[in-house]
């Protein structure tokens, strides 16, 4: 039971355009939500999350928007560069017990050509 | 401020051997968890430790175990090792757990032979 789906294994995108990568998840418990990039080989880095109290949250060319009555959420990369290009991951926590727990989505690779 | 660190980077191990890998987070954090990244079931969360407690703990066989010091360094353990082991296994560090970014480390690239 996949809890968190990047239902797009891949994105291609020309620099200077915008990048939109989306993010469903099915637990309604989920109430904070996190966007990772990943390059091969090597830990996941942290990029920007939002509380489900929120439905926007901005930090530079980065902007996460969440739509909780459709239970998706989206991270804008504008304008795109070569240097995003990894593979991009959405995780949601859990409120209650879950602990440290992260439940992560199987990520999308973004390309963004020069 | 120095990141995760996770030792060792890369490790080769027999079918039936034992590993343990060391986590040492990020000062004043206390809470680390630790992830399985395989190419076919993406990141799956193991288990959390919080001031030297399993606080949560994922769908993995018991084979897969862990602990946490009083300096809040964490090491997993894996017994009986599958060729299904082999696998990225990622450290997590973060403030207090729930709703605090997670910040990784490079993990440490594990292949059962």
């Known amino acids: 039971d996949q809890q968190v789906k990047q239902n797009s294994p891949s994105l291609s995108v020309q620099e200077g355009r915008i990048s939109i990568l989306n993010c469903d998840y099915t637990?309604?418990?989920?109430?904070?939500f996190l966007w990772y990039k990943k390059y091969p080989a090597e830990g996941p880095t942290f990029l920007i999350s939002?509380?489900?109290?929120?439905d926007k949250n901005e930090d530079g060319r980065f902007t996460v928007f969440l739509n909780k009555s459709a239970k998706h959420l989206s991270l804008h990369i504008v304008p795109s560069q070569p240097g995003d290009s990894a593979v991009y991951f959405c995780a949601a926590s859990e409120r209650g017990t879950s602990y440290g727990k992260l439940t992560f989505g199987q990520g999308t690779i973004l390309t963004v050509h020069p | 401020k120095a990141g995760v660190t996770q030792t060792p980077r890369y490790l080769i191990k027999t079918r039936g051997q034992q590993v343990t890998l060391s986590c040492s987070p990020i000062s004043g954090h206390r809470s680390v968890s630790w992830y399985q990244q395989t190419p076919g079931q993406g990141l799956q969360f193991l288990f959390e430790?919080?001031?030297?407690?399993?606080?949560n703990k994922g769908n993995f066989p018991g084979r897969f175990s862990g602990r946490q010091f009083s300096n809040s360094r964490s090491e997993m353990n894996v017994s009986t090792l599958e060729l299904g082991d082999s696998a990225l296994y990622l450290c997590a560090s973060s403030l207090f757990g729930p709703n605090t970014e997670a910040f990784f480390g490079q993990g440490t690239r594990l292949t059962v032979v």
């Open positions: 430790y919080f001031s030297e407690t399993q606080r």
């Open positions: 939002i509380s489900s109290i929120k």
């Open positions: 637990n309604s418990m989920f109430d904070y």
